[in-house]
């Protein structure tokens, strides 16, 4: 009895602070602007061509996304999410694609074949490591790269660089996934970044071959459309744009929020999630009561 009042005590206060937050999550997902067909991205650079079992969100609603409903600091700039539409963002499966692009010009591949991934995961590592102070000191949780989840791979034919890290946060029970794809095009890279949990790599392993099916430059902005007497060259190169690209360029705070985009996780744990937890324990414990004897 005394165990059943402390609990219902607690689910009185955590509805209270659900009732006091701005947002609830299906607030959330009822406002964010799903849509779907043929999506012209970055001013016609690039397009997708969303099947019916993918939609889009733009970068205003992706950035509430990933700020309000996966705990990611606000003000990071996307060309917009691609989420799938048989899962809730939301739950515990829910899963997105975060899209950005990288103008820093045409990236040479003439380093792929060379390039010493187990070393290249080391020095990853030890620079996650060394921005944890400053994570923390933003409010953040300490990251670890666990290593990787599918090694770097890269298709010469159709200039597509593919790898997944694993990835663990502070205080989470479930390692995270960074299912990462870099579309190499004529002045730039356009970045598709899969995040989920650790145990979904096999759905989002297929589920990203999908994506980048119907994720495209448009006619002129493609690899082979460069222009080595007019077009810029970026100063990286294959390997670092698995450690980082452009992200290497910037400070401390900008890496950073280059790594924030690393994770999901539900930032609604004080409201309605946590109540729902505790209502259910009421009702186990309530069932648990009527069936003892006498």
Sequence with gaps: MFIRTILAALLCLLLGFARAGETSPEQLLASLKFQHGRITLADGIATLDLPAGFRYLDPADAGRLLSEGWG???????????????????????WGVVITYENDGHVDDGDADGIKY????????????????ERKKQGYASMTLIGWAEKPHYDKAS???????????EGD???????????????????????????????????MKNVTAFTDFAPGHRY???????????EYGIAALIAGGA??????????LALVLAFK??????????ASWLWTMLGRRRKVNLSKPG
């Design 72 to 94: 990611n600091p606000p003000g990071i700039k996307t060309l917009g999410m691609i989420v799938p539409t048989a899962v809730n963002p939301l739950a515990a499966h829910g």
């Design 118 to 133: 187990d070393e290249l995961l080391q020095s990853m590592q030890e620079a996650m490591t060394g921005a944890n102070e």
């Design 159 to 169: 200039h597509k660089l593919y790898w997944a890290k694993e990835l663990h946060t």
């Design 173 to 207: 029970q479930y390692n995270g996934l960074n299912y990462n794809i870099r579309v190499l095009g004529r002045e730039g890279v356009l970045v598709l970044n899969a995040v989920a949990g650790m145990d979904q790599i096999g759905q989002i392993r297929d589920e």
């Design 224 to 234: 082979a459309d460069f222009d080595e007497k007019t077009d810029k060259v970026a």
């Design 247 to 256: 992200a290497a360029k910037l400070g401390l705070f900008g890496k950073l």
């Design 265 to 274: 996780k539900v930032v609604f744990v004080g409201g309605a999630i946590a």
